[in-house]
């Protein structure tokens, strides 16, 4: 598989896109565009986006073809071993799930704007790309030449981005033998060497929590924008993550905005992108993957974001406990929370996606997983007596399942849990999971256990504080869950 890529239009935003398919023994073939992409589950239909379709043979003759859905192309091939398909894309959303192009720099997903064969997804894909000799190419993927790179598949090739401009930064470091690349694109105020020193200290410590890391080297992505912005998109071996300063923002609130998001999407690497639900293994890009377990795959990993963050030293208390308030007050000023689980939220983000939508209809899979996975991990510290907690259960997912290439079921999932709380989570799953309205209560009978607890200020918000006379079991269960002595 073969594609050549240019940079059609700057003004309008255009990619260009020729796809070569070859050994074509078939009277007919169907390729197919994703309609999703990985970490963000809803539909997005991307075909949406493309223009100037043609298809011809080796010798430039029109090709006969016909769309049988909305992102399926039928291609007639009796007689034909080779064919040329051709294609612009509109590539204008500088996000960290999209694609963009314009006169500084080139951006690609290429989820949203590659096709595979049916059929043939196994198949190696080498991509070729025009650009001005000074480019330099950002991605996961073999870069085998200054301006070609190659993926084993379609589904790594799906899942690998990719920036390409004459401004990009590159540095390198080295954990536990996987090199780590930090890239950026655009004007940054970062101090690189305490990124590179931060980003070390919480790489070690996830790296520490699931006992290896599986790929040789691990890509930071990083689009710095001019205007405000916040977002971060995972993948196999890398995450893409475009931040822009807020008004209201310093540089060092910025900068610890940076590092959240960064911990959250490393995080990331094993909880989704390799720990996966059963039902999203492998994916099916064209059409929905349903599943309830999104209080794991992003509940879980919003809470280990910051909590590394803490653990790793590269945050104080009072740093994770303003995140963690953020946090709360999305969960508190939330009415869904009274109306619908996070389990039924997390089927219907294939329904209405990302956006609030009805007022107090559903709850985000982020906030309330974040806090579910809390409620987790201190029912196990605390039960325990701090020999075991939610660390445990994520390594056996790791180790037990995803490096076996088995995928996980609630059931799979609740069993870990009660083996290391060291007793039944049958209440866990009926209230904080599949209940409504239990969580607030539940994290604040827990907090207590660990010398915490929740309080309201004048504004009457909510937020978390650290008790200073604890007894000696809450420091010891404190001292478990944070890693603060």
């Known amino acids: ?98 694609c963009f192009v314009d006169e500084n720099y080139l951006y690609i ?56 401009s004459n401004t990009l930064q590159h540095h390198l470091f080295e954990v536990e033998s996987t090199k780590f690349h930090i890239w950026l694109q655009g004007k940054h105020p970062f101090d690189i060497e305490r990124l590179i020193a931060d980003t070390t200290l919480y790489c070690k410590k996830q790296i520490e929590l699931f006992g290896s890391i599986a790929c040789s080297n691990y890509h930071f992505l990083y689009l710095i924008h001019p205007v405000p912005a916040r977002h971060g998109v995972e993948h196999l071996d890398s995450t893409v993550i ?6 209201n923002q310093t540089v060092e609130e910025f900068y610890n905005d940076l590092l959240a998001i960064s911990s959250h999407e490393l995080f990331h690497l094993w909880n989704i992108k390799r720990i996966r639900p059963e039902e999203m293994l492998p994916y099916n890009f064209t059409n929905e993957n349903y599943s309830t377990l999104g209080y794991v795959y ?6 280990y974001g910051d909590l590394m963050l803490l653990e790793s030293g590269v945050w104080n208390w009072e740093q994770y406990a303003h995140s963690f308030n953020s946090d709360l007050l999305r969960h508190t000023s939330n009415p869904g929370r009274f109306n619908y689980s996070v389990a039924e939220s997390s089927w219907d983000t294939w329904l209405d996606g990302y956006v609030s939508g009805v007022l107090g209809r559903k709850v985000s899979i982020y906030i309330e997983g974040m806090l579910a996975a809390l409620i987790a991990d201190l029912t196990i510290i605390t039960n325990s007596k701090g020999k075991y907690r939610l660390h ?27 083996k290391y709380a060291g007793c039944t989570m049958d209440d866990y799953f009926e209230k904080i999971i599949w209940g409504k309205g239990y969580i607030q209560e539940t994290v604040n ?41």
């Open 1 to 98: 598989m073969h594609y050549l890529i240019s940079i059609a239009d700057t003004k309008n935003h255009f990619i260009q896109l020729q796809y070569t398919i070859s050994d074509i023994h078939q009277d007919f073939i169907e390729v197919q565009l994703p309609a999703w992409r990985p970490g963000r589950y809803e539909l997005q239909n991307f075909a949406k986006n493309i223009r100037c379709f043609a298809v011809s043979d080796s010798n430039g003759r029109n090709i006969t073809y016909k769309k049988v859905t909305k992102d399926r192309w039928h291609i007639e091939t009796k007689g034909i071993h080779k064919i040329v398909i051709s294609y612009q894309y509109y590539a204008n959303q500088p996000d960290a799930g999209a």
């Open 109 to 164: 997903n290429p989820v949203h704007c590659f096709m595979y064969v049916i059929g043939r997804e196994d198949e190696e894909y080498t991509l070729d790309f025009t650009l001005p000799n000074d480019y330099e190419i950002a991605t996961q993927m073999t870069v085998s030449k200054p301006h070609q790179c190659k993926a084993p598949n379609f589904d790594y090739l799906a899942d690998s981005p990719l920036i390409a």
């Open 242 to 247: 475009a931040m822009g300063k807020q008004d």
């Open 298 to 303: 992003e509940g879980v990993t919003t809470y």
């Open 392 to 418: 445990h259960v994520m390594h056996d997912l790791y180790t037990k399942y995803a490096l076996h290439n088995k995928g996980y079921t609630e059931e799979i999932y609740k069993q870990l849990l009660e």
């Open 445 to 485: 009978l827990l907090l207590k256990k660990v010398g915490c607890e929740l309080k309201q200020n004048i504004t009457e918000n909510w937020y978390i504080h650290n008790n200073e006379t604890k007894t000696n079991e809450q420091k010891l269960l404190f001292q478990k869950w944070t890693g603060i002595m």
